[in-house]
């Protein structure tokens, strides 16, 4: 990517090498969270259950404020630019169709984090709470993309961020509290279904971004093919095949390989969110 112009956005917070001390969710929370990971659901949405059992404390109990604003290190400030271009890009959007965009907190961690939807850690991967409006990333799960996932370059982690903002973007529209209300009236497996639209408009959203992104001149040759490499990399189909040896379709919660690489350029070609409806769609 080329983010040399790119603003770096304020609204990260940085939380990296500040302890996290006390409650959150227990053990068994976490292990949720863990196996969540590894068969590829949405930890924001596992976490969200927990929202009632862990209230939101504004800052970490060692009483020390996790410091705002674009990180100073290579990596942070990387997030922050990344962050502060898909501002500027929802930003426009929004503003044609006469809205408003409210930009999302990015929290960067390491380890653990607690967050309005209850606590994250670094096996979760990055998550978005709609109960706090913040993006959770810790950077380790960059160095995962890489190293366990094989899915190595800067537009791949900006993908990753682009994604989670599609999720903000889907609690901003309505979309989210749609789903979340729709999910507590249907089965499990119609709410995994449900889950897979949620995940696959994201990914659109993602591309949506990478489309003005590439407008605004930040993308270098090569770019769109570390997203797709690492859309493919994080479908269900290939997660499940690494970590259970077979492919279960019916526990998908984010998609096949295919389905993501497909969304993701729905939005990276149109740069259109309208073309990103995986609700109405019969088939996705
Ligand atoms: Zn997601």
């Keep these: 990517m080329k983010l040399g112009d790119q603003k770096a956005s304020g609204n990260v917070e940085d939380r990296r090498g500040i302890g996290m001390v006390g409650g959150g969710l227990g ?3 976490i292990v949720i969270a863990l196996v969540a990971y590894f068969l590829g659901f949405d930890p924001g949405t596992v976490l969200n259950v927990a929202e009632q059992v862990a209230p939101q404390r504004p800052r970490q109990q060692d009483g020390r404020e996790a410091p705002k604003g674009a ?3 290579q990596m942070g400030r990387f997030v922050s630019k990344v962050l502060g271009s898909t501002e500027d890009v929802w930003g426009k959007i929004f503003q044609q169709s006469n809205k408003q965009y409210r930009p999302p907190m990015l929290v960067l961690y390491d380890g ?9 850690q670094a096996a979760t991967g990055p998550f978005y709470c709609s109960g706090d409006e913040k993006l959770y990333i810790d950077l380790a799960f960059f160095r995962d993309l890489q190293t366990r996932f094989r899915a190595p370059g800067d537009f791949a982690q900006a993908y990753v961020i682009a994604h989670e903002v599609g999720h903000h973007v889907q609690k901003l529209t309505g979309t989210f509290g749609k789903m979340e209300a729709a999910r507590a009236r249907v089965s499990p497996a119609e709410s995994k279904r449900l889950s897979v639209r949620m995940e696959l408009q994201a990914d659109c959203y993602a591309g ?5 992104a590439g407008t605004m001149k930040q993308l270098s040759p090569g770019d769109v093919a570390e997203a797709l490499n690492a859309a493919t990399a994080i479908g269900d189909d290939r997660l499940q095949q690494q970590t259970q040896g077979r492919v ?3 526990s998908f919660t984010h998609g096949s390989s295919e389905q993501r690489v497909r969304w993701f350029m729905r ?3 149109s740069g259109r969110p309208k073309q990103c409806d995986t609700f109405s769609t019969g088939s996705l």
């Design 208 to 212: 949506v971004w990478g489309h003005h």
């Design 112 to 120: 653990r984090v607690r967050s309005a939807c209850g606590m994250g």
């Design 27 to 29: 053990v068994g929370g």
């Design 267 to 269: 939005g990276m070609s």
């Design 71 to 73: 990180p100073s290190d």
């Design 248 to 250: 279960v379709p019916e």
